[in-house]
């Protein structure tokens, strides 16, 4: 009997090791990517989707967050997702219309009042078609961002009308649209991985750049760029992505819960993006920026909107994209 009762108990002990083995070997951590800085709105967005993920699924599912380009460019990014070498990524519009030739609508220079009126158009019938587009050739869309209002900045001289611009190497996005408005408005565009940008500042190899108030505090490129001109000409919109096999592998219960917290995630990074873009032009300033407000941006944006004329094949979609309000 003593035997038995031993071996009953050896029996018991072996299940509970398996079943914690199993337990452990049942979390999942995936790995999301982004290329910017630890205050940028994407940052944010990643982490409370985190928290409330692993809050609801009692730590079983986790995010861990790679910023500042540590898993790749914006490029490497998409190509990660596609592959299924990351999980997740928050990516800017700008670097997914490389990949849906449609989706370039939404980088037209001065198309967009705000990120409010940006967002509602990717929500009209017009925009979710393409969005059909990007999960057909990128990944499942569990959120939209905003990636900011952006603007130039460079280290030589105050820019108030596109003859000031004349000259200046302005770094773009790889995007033909962003590059052509750059070209357009009075600067020489030059692509450039985001990675990159602050030591060709550094360096003198670019003059300068274009980006959201936030991303030029929080990346630091104002320690090489004293002007920043609130231009306005980008609204830019942004994705978090997921590959879709990783998407498939969970269960409905889990899929709800990560649909839903991204959609919190998303709320609450529209929120944080608006009052941080604020509160870094009043830090900027301290920091001896010299902010030019004084800026008449009709010049500018007359000269930016000859580039919608580059994508002639997408005209009727811009005009239904225009009629959202």
């Known amino acids: 009997m003593k035997r038995v009762g031993a071996v009953s108990l050896l029996l018991v002990v072996g299940l509970a090791l398996g079943a914690s083995e199993g337990s452990a070997q049942s979390k999942v951590v995936l ?9 940028y709105q994407h940052h944010i967005g990643l982490l409370k989707m985190n928290e409330v993920i692993k809050s609801r699924t ?8 790679f910023p500042m380009s540590q898993l790749g460019n914006e490029r490497d990014l998409v190509e990660g997702i596609q592959l299924g070498t990351i999980d997740m990524i928050a990516v800017s519009n700008a670097m997914v219309s490389n990949f849906v030739p449609e989706a370039i609508v939404f980088d037209l220079p001065y198309l967009f009042k705000d990120q409010d009126h940006a967002l509602r ?27 900011g209002v952006r603007s130039v900045f460079n280290r030589v001289r105050p820019v108030r009308t596109p003859d000031d611009l004349k000259g200046l190497k302005i770094r773009v996005i790889q995007n033909k649209i962003y590059l052509g408005t750059i070209n357009a408005m009075g600067g020489i565009g030059t692509p450039l991985p985001f990675s990159e940008v602050y030591g060709a500042l550094q360096q003198g190899v670019i003059d300068g750049a274009e980006n959201s108030p936030v991303s030029l505090l929080g990346m630091k490129h104002y320690e090489h760029s004293k002007y920043y001109t609130l231009t306005n000409h980008f609204v830019l919109s942004g994705y978090v992505l997921m590959n879709w096999n990783r998407w498939r592998s969970f269960t409905p219960e ?25 509160k870094s032009l009043v830090k900027l300033r ?28 997408h ?9 959202v309000k």
Do not use: C
């Not at 009692?58 to 967050?65: C, S, Y």
């Open 254 to 278: 889990q899929q709800k819960i990560i649909a839903e917290a991204a959609q919190l995630s998303q709320k609450m990074e529209y929120e944080y993006e608006k009052e941080e873009d604020i």
């Open 315 to 323: 005209a009727s979609l811009v005009e239904e994209i225009r009629k």
């Open 286 to 313: 301290e920091l001896g920026v010299q902010i030019i407000e004084d800026v008449n941006r009709g010049p500018f944006e007359e000269r930016a909107k000859a580039v919608w004329r580059e994508v002639p094949e």
């Open 31 to 39: 790995k999301a990517g982004h290329t910017s800085s630890l205050i």
């Open 58 to 65: 009692n730590g079983q599912v986790e995010i861990q967050v």
């Open 121 to 147: 158009t990717l929500l009209s019938p017009a925009g979710q078609r393409v969005m059909r587009g990007v999960e057909q050739k990128v990944g499942k869309i569990l959120a939209y961002y905003a990636t």
